[in-house]
């Protein structure tokens, strides 16, 4: 059973920081691109930022240069560290583990984290 679990989101002030964390279960984390979209209400789902197996990473142009994602093996957990809030960074973010597997893509999603930033 594969399992994402975000946690960290919350209510900040613009201008502020939050760290978010995602801790995936079984062999999922090491073997798959881990990302972090988010969704904001009356929006489509937007990827955030994308960290692989080798460490490359990409961020969405709206958040390069304030967040930042990484990845920890050994705890099986990613991360998103936030800067710098604005209020259009408001939206539920959801942790993506991405694994292809005998030419076969699987998509496993967390359950999201709402991150709310006010004026």
């Known amino acids: 059973q594969v399992a994402l679990v975000e946690s960290g989101g919350g209510l900040v002030q613009a201008g502020g920081s939050l760290r978010l964390s995602c801790v995936a279960s079984?062999?999922?984390?090491?073997?798959?691109?881990m990302s972090w979209y988010r969704q904001a209400p009356e929006r489509q789902r937007e990827l955030v930022a994308t960290?692989?197996?080798?460490?490359?990473?990409d961020y969405a142009d709206s958040v390069a240069g304030r967040f930042t994602i990484s990845r920890e093996t050994g705890r099986n957990t990613l991360y998103l560290q936030m800067n710098s809030l604005k209020l259009e960074d408001t939206a539920v973010y959801y942790c993506?583990?991405?694994?292809?597997?005998?030419?076969?893509?699987?998509?496993?999603w967390g359950q999201g984290t709402q991150v709310t930033v006010s004026s």
């Open positions: 993506n583990a991405r694994r292809i597997l005998l030419g076969i893509e699987n998509n496993y």
């Open positions: 079984g062999s999922i984390f090491s073997n798959s691109i």
């Open positions: 960290i692989t197996t080798r460490g490359d990473i």
